[in-house]
């Protein structure tokens, strides 16, 4: 009650954009989201980061398993079902905006470039520096922007 189902937007920064692309492919009641450094495919970001809980993981199975970082890429692509990548054809471009780092190495920057080409190029903003400086830095933009937007496509009140 008191929510209105058409006016759904979706804000998420770093894993929560990535979350939040496939949560917009998945249910129709997200008219509208804004990706901040969000990047795909997730086969590619997991193997790619230098986040450490993340490249701890990969190379505990690459020792483990005796695998490359390129076998241990091409099972979880295999694997990995609810990859925004593969789902894009299902968000809308015009009711998607983008922010991309241009050096970030805990969602790769290419990454991020490589979501933005599946979801059909939609309207990006390019931020300089890497992951963490970059909200730090511009946080404010990014939500004055992402206000305009979300407002623009969801009408706001």
């Given at each position: 009650?008191?929510i209105?189902?058409?006016?759904?937007?979706?804000f998420?920064i770093s894993?929560?954009?990535?979350v939040g692309?496939?949560?917009a492919?998945?249910d129709?009641?997200?008219?509208?989201?804004?990706?901040?450094?969000?990047?795909?495919?997730?086969?590619?970001?997991?193997?790619?980061?230098?986040?450490?809980?993340?490249?701890?993981?990969i190379?505990?199975?690459?020792?483990?398993?005796?695998?490359?970082r390129?076998r241990?890429?091409?099972?979880?692509?295999?694997?990995?079902?609810?990859?925004?990548?593969v789902?894009?054809p299902?968000?809308?471009?015009?009711?998607?905006?983008?922010?991309?780092?241009?050096?970030?190495?805990?969602?790769?920057t290419r990454?991020q470039?490589?979501?933005?080409?599946?979801?059909?190029?939609?309207?990006?903003?390019?931020?300089?520096?890497?992951?963490?400086?970059?909200?730090?830095?511009f946080l404010?933009?990014?939500?004055?922007?992402?206000?305009?937007?979300?407002?623009?496509?969801?009408g706001a009140?």
């Open positions: 009650p008191g209105d189902s058409e006016r759904i937007g979706f998420g894993a929560g954009g990535i692309a496939s949560l492919a998945a129709p009641r997200i008219k509208a989201q804004v990706l901040v450094f969000a990047g795909a495919p997730m086969a590619d970001v997991m193997t790619g980061t230098v986040e450490d809980s993340i490249a701890d993981s190379k505990g199975v690459m020792e483990t398993r005796k695998w490359s390129e241990v890429r091409a099972e979880l692509r295999s694997r990995l079902r609810t990859d925004p990548y789902l894009a299902r968000i809308s471009r015009e009711n998607t905006l983008m922010f991309i780092a241009h050096d970030d190495e805990s969602v790769p990454t470039y490589a979501l933005w080409y599946a979801l059909g190029r939609p309207k990006a903003h390019r931020v300089p520096g890497g992951h963490y400086v970059g909200v730090g830095l404010p933009a990014i939500i004055s922007q992402s206000q305009r937007f979300l407002g623009q496509r969801l009140p």
